[in-house]
């Protein structure tokens, strides 16, 4: 099955400064990403997620980028303020290729804005 | 937010008893699942349905049964067999197809 694996587990930067997290994953069937965030307490939330066609997806401060070669993702987020932070979590999908779109997670970042 | 629901928020249960966690969505939704949230271990699957009176095994269904009676419904009961119950459980639907996966506000159960 699809092992996901994502670096770090936490990460400390001061505000206004740019965050990056890295997942690489198995599976070369894989082809949805989805990054969500979850903070304190809350549901996990969709923020932004890529497809296999693409190589890279701006949404507003964050973005995200796909080396399906080397079966690695990154979510990036610029200018960072202090609501960014939270736990971030970073999946990969067949789709309709296979399986029920059943996701497979990462272990989780714990991103922490400084002020 | 977000048309899917879990009860309760909190759940206390002694050793050797089964609960059920209830998961409604009013989303229509076609596909939904249930996760398991420990910390420093992500979200691991324990059962997802794509239909009505289908549903499949996920990485850690031992221990645990479902049913899907209603396309509205997928409660998940923890058994007695489930070694470690103790966590937080997340329900999450989605229509047809790929794309985002909408999560519901989770239970967390603890086992005395």
């Known amino acids: 099955g699809e092992n996901v694996e994502q670096h770090p587990s936490t990460l400390s930067v001061q505000e206004g400064d740019s965050a990056v997290i890295k997942c690489t994953y198995s599976d070369s069937a894989s082809n949805y990403f989805p990054w969500y965030k979850q903070e304190l307490g809350k549901r996990p939330q969709l923020i932004i997620d890529?497809?296999?066609?693409?190589g890279e997806k701006k949404d507003q401060r964050i973005a995200v980028t796909l080396n399906k070669t080397a079966k690695h993702f990154s979510l990036h987020i610029t200018e960072t303020q202090p609501e960014d932070s939270a736990v971030y979590f970073c999946?990969?999908?067949?789709?309709?290729?296979?399986?029920?779109?059943?996701?497979?997670f990462g272990t989780g970042t714990q991103l922490k804005v400084e002020l | 937010d977000g048309g899917i629901t879990q009860s309760p928020k909190y759940l206390f249960r002694k050793e050797g008893q089964n609960v059920t966690l209830s998961c409604e969505q009013n989303l229509n939704h076609d596909a939904m699942y249930w996760y398991r949230q420990d910390p420093g271990q992500g979200l691991r699957l324990i059962y997802y349905s794509q239909i009505v009176n289908d549903f499949q095994k996920g990485d850690i269904a031992e221990g645990y049964s479902v049913s899907r009676e209603k396309k509205e419904s997928f409660p998940l009961t923890v058994t007695s067999a489930q070694k470690n119950p103790t966590a937080f459980y997340l329900c999450?639907?989605?229509?047809?197809?790929?794309?985002?996966?909408?999560f519901g506000p989770g239970t967390r159960l603890t086992v005395l």
């Open positions: 890529i497809r296999s066609n693409v």
């Open positions: 999946a990969a999908s067949r789709g309709l290729t296979g399986g029920g779109n059943k996701l497979t």
């Open positions: 999450a639907s989605k229509i047809g197809g790929s794309g985002e996966q909408f």
